[in-house]
C-alpha cells in the first residue's frame, strides 16, 4: 500500500472519508508513522533498561542500596527525552517542508488549546495516574524490606522520566503549526494533531513500569495495590474512549469557525 492509499485509509478511519487525501498528507502521515514507532522502541528499550536495573540489585536486595544501576537508570532517563526531542524535531522539520510548498495557508482562527486535542476525561485520567502512581512509589519507600524500598525508587525515577518525555511530545502537539491550505486540510491537521495528544497522553509506559519493578517484591499489599490501580487505569481509559467523540467529530467540530487566511 502506497503512501496515499494509506492517507486515504487513515482519513476513511477517522470519519473523514470526504476529505481528498493529498501527497502532502500522505508525506506527513508517514513521517509521524515511523516517528511514532521510533517512540514506541524508545520506551520498549527504556522499560528493559528500568528492568535490568531493577534486577541488578536483587541479589543484594537485603542490603545498601546501589547507587550504580539508579545512575544507569537515570541516565537513560536523559536519553530517553533527548531521543525524544530529536523525534519531535524530525516531525516539524517535516511539517515545515511541506508548509514551505502549499501557495497559501490555512488556520484556526483560535489556537487549539489542550481541552480541544485532548479533552478534559483524558487529561484528568493522566494527571490522575501518575499522581496515582508516585503515591504507591512513594508509600514502597516507607517499606522495611529493602527490596520494595528499591522497586521505589527505581519507580519513581522511571515515572519521572516518563512524565517529562510526555511533558515534551504534549508541548510538541500544542504548539507545532498548522499546515493546511483549505478548509478539508485544516480538518485533516487538527485530526492528526487530535490523534498525536491522544496517543502522547495514553498512560500505558505507567501501568508497565510495576510489572517490571514491583511485583517479585514480598510486600504482597504493595503488589496488590500495584494490580488494582492498574485494572482501574485501563478500565478507565475503556470507559472515556467509548464515551468521548473519535477523533474526526473533534476535528470538525473545531474547524467550524470560519478560516483565517
Not at 494509506?6 to 477517522?14: D, K, N, P, S
Not at 522499560?47 to 542500596?65: F, K, M, N, R, T
Not at 521505589?152 to 522511571?158: E, S, Y
Not at 486540510?185 to 495514553?202: G, H, I
Amino acid at each position: 500500500m502506497t503512501n496515499l492509499e494509506q492517507a486515504g485509509a487513515w482519513l476513511a478511519g477517522h470519519g473523514l472519508a470526504g476529505v481528498e487525501p493529498t501527497p502532502l498528507l500522505a508525506a506527513r502521515l508517514a513521517v509521524r508513522r515511523r516517528a511514532r514507532l521510533a517512540g514506541d522502541v524508545l520506551l520498549a528499550v527504556f522499560l528493559c533498561g528500568v528492568a535490568l536495573a531493577y534486577i541488578s540489585d536483587l541479589p543484594h536486595g537485603e542490603g545498601p542500596v546501589r547507587r550504580g544501576p539508579l545512575l544507569a537508570l537515570t541516565a537513560m532517563v536523559v536519553a530517553l527525552v533527548l531521543a525524544q526531542s530529536l523525534l519531535d524535531r524530525w516531525v516539524r522539520r517535516a511539517d515545515r517542508r511541506a508548509a514551505a510548498t502549499l501557495p497559501r495557508r490555512a488556520a484556526h482562527p483560535v489556537r487549539l488549546g489542550w481541552r480541544t486535542l485532548l479533552g478534559r476525561p483524558r487529561a484528568a485520567l493522566t494527571l490522575a495516574t501518575f499522581a496515582g502512581a508516585a503515591a504507591l512509589a512513594v508509600r514502597g519507600l516507607t517499606e522495611e524490606v529493602a527490596g520494595a524500598r528499591f522497586a521505589a525508587v527505581i519507580l519513581l525515577i522511571g515515572l519521572a522520566g516518563v512524565a517529562t518525555s510526555m511533558a515534551v511530545q504534549l508541548r510538541h502537539v500544542l504548539t507545532h503549526p498548522t499546515v493546511a491550505d483549505d478548509e478539508a486540510s485544516l480538518t485533516a491537521d487538527v485530526a492528526m494533531r487530535v490523534e498525536d495528544a491522544r496517543a502522547v497522553a495514553t498512560p500505558s509506559v505507567v501501568w508497565c513500569l510495576p510489572v517490571v519493578s514491583v511485583f517479585s517484591t514480598t510486600a504482597g499489599w504493595w503488589n496488590a495495590a500495584w494490580l488494582v490501580f492498574t485494572v482501574l487505569g485501563v478500565a478507565a481509559l475503556a470507559l472515556i474512549s467509548a464515551r468521548t467523540a473519535g477523533t474526526g467529530t473533534v476535528a470538525r467540530h473545531a474547524t467550524n469557525a470560519p478560516s483565517a487566511g
